[in-house]
């Protein structure tokens, strides 16, 4: 078991006007400090400012050159996704190919509805998009064109499959991903217990386990 860390943004940050030094600094620390890898999450519609998580990946690739660069979940159905793919590959150049990119269909309305886009069927373009963006990175054509690959990104990066317990998801991370990361905040312990027993009974490996929020055994304060 490899221990990483996950990098949580607030406005509080920038207050100095310091928010890009923070972002670095954390960086270099976690590095400095042995972590294997530094991960971020994504979101937008939900009552608190956001940061683009791949722009703030590509910050902390600038000054870091060994740990992974991971985001868990990043929600294809809210983004474009030929355009997506451009960005990601981007990300996975100027990082020297420490990218792992968590991807999911999304489970908060709210993004949804700040995009104007399907919530409801979010899991079959979910599908569609991965479909899309592989095809990109691997220089098919994809509506009439096609996005030259860069150097070295052939392929795109490694692919974790986010499901906090859907049996289908699970085994289509065993099968068809680089892994499976299911949902530490969200999920209880018997999710998580019984999505690992589907995850190696398909033959999946490499799981994931980010945003953890152990249960309270102390009453909360007031």
């Known amino acids: 078991m490899r221990v990483s860390t996950m990098i949580r943004i607030s406005p509080a940050m920038s207050a100095d006007g310091g ?19 530094i991960w971020i999450g994504d979101s937008m519609g939900r009552g608190r400012p956001t940061l683009d998580s791949l722009q703030v990946l590509t910050a902390l690739a600038a000054v870091t050159s060994k740990v992974a660069l991971g985001i868990s979940v990043l929600q294809l159905p809210l983004r474009h996704p030929v355009e997506l793919a451009h960005r990601v590959q981007s990300l996975q150049a100027m990082s020297n190919n420490r990218l792992i990119l968590g991807v999911g269909s999304g489970s908060t309305r709210d993004d949804f509805e700040l ?54 998801w699970i085994t289509y991370a065993a099968k068809h991903a680089q892994g499976w990361t299911p949902s ?8 998580l217990a019984s999505g690992m027993q589907v995850y190696r009974e398909q033959g999946g490996d490499n799981a994931v386990l980010a945003n953890w929020k152990p249960p309270r055994t102390t009453p909360a304060e007031p």
Not at 19 to 37: C, I, Q, S, Y
Not at 116 to 130: A, E, P, S, V
Not at 184 to 191: A, I, N, P
């Open 184 to 191: 530490g905040r969200y999920s209880s312990l018997e999710d």
């Open 19 to 37: 928010l890009m030094d923070r972002v670095t600094d954390f960086g270099r620390k976690v590095e400095a400090r042995g972590f294997p890898g």
């Open 115 to 168: 995009l104007g886009y399907d919530y409801d069927h979010r899991f079959r373009i979910f599908k569609n998009d991965l479909e899309i963006m592989n095809k990109v990175w691997n220089g098919e054509p994809v509506n009439g064109g096609t996005l030259a690959t860069w150097p070295g990104c052939k392929g795109g990066p490694p692919i974790l499959i986010g499901a906090w317990r859907s049996p289908r």
